[in-house]
């Protein structure tokens, strides 16, 4: 577990920032019935008791600077892997959700994928070809890199300014709720591009008020904005008129400690060598996953979502 002083935590307390939660509003519901968490990188987790969003307090209130932050991210400046790097990695996540996503676009003549990273998942569903495909990537880098391998149109905008008179069959939302600085205008243009028939699939993280700071290394403030609670998808459903059709919801040590996790490369070669060590010895990593178990007690997943529009 990193210290306080090698992330850089500001003297002010979790204590202190639940004092002034009254003054702080959920990007959801708008309550102020807010708890503070924990602390790192100059941010504190919150809790809201409303809705059951986890959010980042300060929250993001300039949506346009925090795409343009994000489209410009340099891989020497930044803890971010490099396109080639990330396409692998990509590769190996999508062998444990590939099919599921293939089988939810079995009736589907459409899909935009959002936030398509290297583009790894349009490219392997080229393979039907009755399947029109397009993209969305801020990341100019990654965008670029994901054309040639899907050999698709990605476009380099926010999802909330997409052409709304486009739709789609299917819409994926893969590791991307997290990063959204404005969840209600997400949800409202999801409405616009989806078809009649359209459905939405997301895999994000879920967490519940009890989640520990160890049970992630790094949380990645202010990268990553939100997360949602057991009862927010719920909440959504209800406020922007979805139907929850499918919620698989998985202990995030099924997928932390899964080998292909193990086996993905970080900017680190050091640690790239030892993760590639460590999976290789035998029981090491489901060792590993009931210890988090019994520390966590289910407290964070990895969850797939499936939404109609009612």
């Known amino acids: 577990m990193e210290s306080s002083a090698s992330i850089g935590v500001p003297s002010q307390s979790v204590t202190s920032v639940t004092a002034e939660a009254k003054l702080v509003l959920c990007p959801l519901c708008g309550s102020h019935e807010n708890k503070a968490l924990f602390t790192?990188?100059?941010?504190?987790?919150?809790?809201?008791?409303?809705?059951?969003?986890t959010f980042i307090h300060p929250y993001p209130q300039d949506a346009k600077r925090h795409h343009e932050a994000v489209s410009d991210y340099?891989?020497?400046?930044?803890?971010?892997?490099?396109?080639?790097?990330?396409y692998d990695n990509e590769k190996?996540?999508?062998?444990?959700?590939?099919?599921?996503i293939r089988r939810e676009c079995a009736e589907a003549i459409s899909i935009l994928d959002v936030g398509c990273g290297c583009g790894h998942l349009l490219e392997r569903l080229a393979e039907y070809p009755r399947l029109a495909r397009a993209g969305i990537e801020l990341n100019r880098e990654r965008a670029r890199f994901a054309r040639?391998?899907?050999?698709?149109?990605?476009?380099?905008?926010?999802?909330e300014e997409f052409d709304g008179?486009?739709?789609?069959?299917?819409?994926?939302?893969i590791n991307?709720?997290?990063?959204?600085?404005?969840?209600g205008k997400l949800f409202e243009k999801l409405?616009?591009?989806?078809?009649?028939?359209?459905?939405?699939?997301l895999k994000t993280g879920e967490v519940r008020p009890d989640v520990k700071r160890n049970a992630i290394f790094d949380w990645e403030f202010p990268d990553h904005l939100q997360f949602l609670g057991w009862r927010t998808m719920e909440y959504i459903s209800q406020k922007y008129e979805f139907r929850i059709e499918k919620h698989l919801r998985a202990p995030l040590s099924m997928e932390r400690f899964?080998?292909?996790?193990?086996?993905?490369?970080?900017?680190?070669?050091?640690?790239?060598?030892?993760?590639?060590?460590?999976?290789?010895?035998?029981?090491?990593?489901?060792?590993?996953?009931?210890w988090y178990n019994t520390v966590h007690k289910g407290s964070i997943s990895s969850s797939l979502i499936v939404l109609r529009a009612e």
Not at 40 to 53: E, K
Not at 165 to 173: A, E, I, P, Q, S
Not at 261 to 290: C, E, H, I, Q, Y
């Open 148 to 159: 040639n391998k899907a050999q698709c149109e990605v476009f380099e905008l926010p999802i």
């Open 191 to 201: 409405r616009c591009v989806m078809s009649e028939r359209g459905k939405i699939i």
């Open 258 to 290: 899964a080998r292909s996790t193990w086996s993905m490369k970080g900017r680190s070669d050091v640690r790239n060598v030892l993760k590639k060590s460590v999976a290789r010895l035998p029981f090491a990593l489901p060792l590993m996953a009931s």
């Open 40 to 53: 790192q990188r100059h941010h504190t987790l919150m809790h809201c008791g409303s809705c059951d969003l």
């Open 74 to 86: 340099r891989y020497d400046d930044l803890e971010v892997v490099r396109c080639g790097t990330q």
């Open 92 to 100: 190996l996540f999508y062998g444990r959700y590939f099919e599921f």
């Open 165 to 173: 008179t486009r739709r789609f069959d299917v819409v994926t939302l």
């Open 176 to 183: 991307v709720f997290s990063h959204v600085p404005n969840i």
